[in-house]
């Protein structure tokens, strides 16, 4: 155990929406995060994975400040993020999201958009800013001469290196990184990667990693977290995970991960044609719908966080080790 | 006997011959044989899908398709005019595109927009077309046929709007199916089911299958020969297996460097990549177009690269021997 400050702590964190029914049917109460605690240590990198839907997002949305949590409290190096001014917020922890085109003003110049955040601190000299953001353009490997473009004169590529230098430009102490790489090709993928592993490493940064792509999580994650219907149902290092996963959604998603091998064909997941819906969660285990190895219980009983040396597995047939 | 869809220099180029236009594709070639699945791989912008839309004569307005020989099933594909294409496609061949909600009619029920591809092209009763509507909707793992004829397209989630586009386009038996990238809008688990069914369903019916994707991880799984495209020109062509096993081309090599694989690489350890971006290709370009970011590139690269072979069915387009 670290005996510093976590650099990130959630605890029992819950977030419902309510998607209006229209001109005759009822609200519906969907279910994005429910009762979700864990901890990242200085450092660590956390990955989420999980289907589109399962919460993923919305987590990634109540650690920045950006959504308030129904229940439950979220601490930044043992700050409450709830209670922090969002200049106060933006210095420790900064976003970095999927789709590059969609993240970055298309009329602003590349400059100007990295410059943003130190401009909005309000107490920053235009030199130092300048000078900032020409540092920080070289360390994500911009070249000067790009610094006058718009976003719409950049490669995807190069659109994610603008949006990890806005990240960085304040030198914050935790990355939220939803999706980084989901929009852009492989090979650019793998330049993106390889720089916020570096980053990470020469600015001792933590990240929090969601991805749905399970090889891109193994390579960057120390930690994995499997999030199902808005719950972690299973986390552990990535090295035990990816060696013996527990919960049966883990083996499935495990099992479609399609590794450039050939001749192993395509696997059978063994997962149902029952899609999970958020707006109504099955009792008893929530996974048990698609679960291939349900047993008449995982219908009624919850089950409860069964803890594992460095994580936990939440389900009714795994064993108990304590 | 020749090949199921055979392409032979193949030029695609968008904005007439002014200066200003794109070669999309730049003298490929493939064949597809019965029975088989041939995957078209490459990153974003590399003539993949465009490719594809020039087979079945798609092309945007602007695009103009030239070619030594284009045909399928043995007859020139150049010489049809609209109203011949358009009895060959949806019925002959037929094509499935990635994103389903886009390409199916929001406003007719699944049922009809069904039943009209067999009404049309074979002329057959509203109740002939209504059952094989339903048997391939069972064919394809839908439970509840009848239940999903009478249903709108936003009634179904993803991946029954993906197995819908399937059974539609197998309601002519068509002896060619040409997948866009069928699966990348979909969940892991979910594209490990479709991928699943459309190799089943080639094998069982012995259809050609044109797969086009970015994902090595699905050309390794599923394709029976893979041609990797890069900047308009198919770069290299093998056997999948001799492919992954013996890659030859700088590109192939690069690319397969890059794609994580859990348990082979080291998380300190940086993923292989290939240095700058795809680039723009304008017509009359002469030599190879990878030059820029490939290690072994040297000045003859700059002049006609010749077609080099690796093996009876393995060739690829450098000037490096095997």
Partial sequence: MRTATPAIEVRNVGRTFRVKGGLLGKDRHVVAVDDVSFTVPQGGVLGVVGESGCGKSTLARLILGLLKPETGDITVEGLQVADMHRKARARLIQPVFQDPFASLNPLAKVRDIVAMPLIAQGNIARAEIAKRVEEMLTRVGLTSEMSGRLPAELSGGQRQRVAIARALVLRPRIVVCDEPTSALDVSVQAQILNLLAELRRELGLTYLFISHNLAVVEHVASEVAVMYLGRFVERQPTETLFAAPEHPYTKALLASVLTPEPGLGVPDVGLGDTLPDPANIPPGCRFHPRCPIAEPRCSVERPLLKPRPAGGVECLLAPDLR | ?322
């Fill in chain 2, 1 to 322: 006997m020749s090949a199921l869809l055979e392409i032979e220099q193949l030029e695609v180029t968008f904005g007439g011959r002014t200066h200003r236009s794109t070669a999309a594709v730049r003298g490929a070639s493939l064949a597809v044989e019965r029975g088989e699945t041939h995957c078209l791989v490459g990153e974003s912008g590399c003539g993949k899908s465009v490719t594809a839309l020039a087979v079945m004569n798609l092309l945007a307005r602007g695009g103009e398709r030239r070619a030594r020989r284009l045909s399928f099933q043995g007859d020139d594909l150049l010489k049809l005019d609209d109203g011949g294409m358009a009895r060959l496609r949806g019925n002959a061949m037929a094509m499935i595109f990635q994103e389903p909600m886009t390409s199916l009619n929001p406003a007719y029920t699944v049922g009809s927009q069904m039943t009209e591809v067999l009404r049309r092209h074979k002329r057959a009763s509203q109740r002939v077309a209504t059952d094989r509507a339903a048997d391939l909707l069972a064919r394809v793992g839908i439970t509840a046929p009848g239940l999903r004829l009478g249903q709108f397209p936003h009634q179904l989630s993803g991946g029954l709007r993906q197995r819908v586009m399937i059974a539609m386009a197998l309601m002519c038996d068509p002896q060619l199916l040409v997948a866009d990238e069928p699966t990348t809008a979909l969940d892991v688990t979910v594209q490990a089911q479709i991928l699943r069914l459309l190799a089943q369903l080639q094998r069982d019916l012995g259809l050609g299958l044109l797969l086009i994707t970015h994902d090595l991880g699905i050309v390794a799984r599923v394709a029976h020969r893979v041609s990797v495209m890069y900047a308009g020109e198919v770069v290299e062509s093998a056997a999948t297996s001799e492919l992954f096993a013996n890659p030859c081309h700088p590109y192939t090599q690069g690319l397969l460097r890059c794609v994580p694989v859990p348990g082979k690489i080291r998380r300190d350890q940086p993923l292989g990549s290939i240095p700058g971006t795809v680039p723009r290709v304008g017509p009359g370009f002469e030599g190879c177009a990878f030059r820029e970011r490939c290690s072994f590139a040297d000045a003859t690269c700059a002049h006609t690269i010749p077609r080099r072979n690796a093996g009876a069915t393995h060739d690829y387009l450098c000037r490096l021997p095997a």
